[in-house]
């Protein structure tokens, strides 16, 4: 299941001009007449389908394109969808026509049109799949949980570049710490890093040459680092130093190592909001 937006180009669009913008723009890649667009660091993904009409006499033209997104997924998938949705729009001025119930109708783009019809259909989605087997349920978490992590890797690159490579900047992820699902994120070796504030943290170390991770929860993480001195009001934690602080590098070295294959990651695309998913 997926929501359809459609795009008419009057006047039609030059083939060219199409596809460089897309050739212009992040995580998109080419596959005949779609273009994929996929971020890894947020996981959000869709596609854009296009038709090219040729003539004789002049040049290939795009007279219409759809975007399809799909459905099963947590809310800020049509948050990051639905920039690359306006700036297609204010590039070409397209008319749309979205067919979706409680959609946008035919005629102008609207921005919260958009995010509306996809949150309509995406519920709706979620509760014809948990009618036909409540098993399948997906994970769920609160959406702004999810929305705040979104956010924290989609600026990801921008944050490590105005820390200078001085700090690391890591990526949120999802862990199934005891069947709930649960914000992470990976600390190696007690190293400078902007921490954002998530449920638990891998600690990553060496030991005898073999690498080793411990788990630790956000308490003990912020009880750790007060221990040093450092300020734990911020969101994130701007722990930076040139030289480790006693008491967290006595923490990475005798923090207890944890298997990994006991905490399976989970795919942005595979949690959902709680407040539509339960």
């Not at 399948?136 to 929305?147: G, I, N, T």
């Not at 200078?164 to 070796?189: C, H, K, R, T």
């Not at 993480?221 to 008491?247: H, M, N």
Request: net charge neutral.
């Amino acid at each position: 299941m997926s929501y359809e937006l459609h795009l008419q180009f009057d006047p039609p669009i030059d083939a060219k001009a199409f596809t460089g913008y897309f050739a212009r723009r992040k995580h998109y890649a080419s596959n005949g007449t779609t273009f994929i667009y996929q971020n890894p660091d947020t996981g959000v993904g869709f596609r854009v389908h296009h038709e090219i009409r040729k003539a004789v006499f002049s040049a290939p033209k795009v007279v219409e394109a759809h975007i399809e997104i799909g459905y099963c997924r947590p809310s800020f998938f049509c948050v990051e969808a639905e920039i690359e949705v306006s700036a297609l729009v204010r590039e070409f001025a397209p008319k749309i026509d979205d067919p979706q119930i409680g959609g946008m109708g035919s005629g102008r783009y609207s921005k919260q049109g958009f995010i509306d019809g996809w949150n309509k259909g995406n519920a709706f989605a979620l509760r014809a799949v948990a009618s036909r087997n409540p098993a399948q349920r997906p994970p769920a978490m609160a959406a702004d949980r999810l929305r705040a992590a979104w956010a924290w890797n989609y600026r990801r690159h921008e944050l490590a570049a105005s820390a200078n490579d001085e700090q690391f900047v890591p990526a949120i992820m999802i862990l199934n710490v005891g069947e709930v699902p649960s914000l992470a994120v990976v600390w190696g070796l007690g190293m400078p890093i902007l921490l954002p504030r998530v449920d638990y943290v891998l600690v990553g170390r060496e030991q005898g040459g073999v690498r080793q991770c411990g788990l630790s929860p956000w308490t003990e993480v912020a009880s750790v680092v007060r221990g040093a001195g450092i300020d734990i009001a911020r969101d994130p934690l701007d722990i930076k130093y040139a030289v480790t602080p006693a008491p967290i590098a006595k923490w990475v070295a005798e923090i207890p190592a944890v298997d990994l294959s006991s905490l399976p990651c989970l795919s942005f695309d595979q949690v959902v909001d709680l407040e539509t998913g339960a």
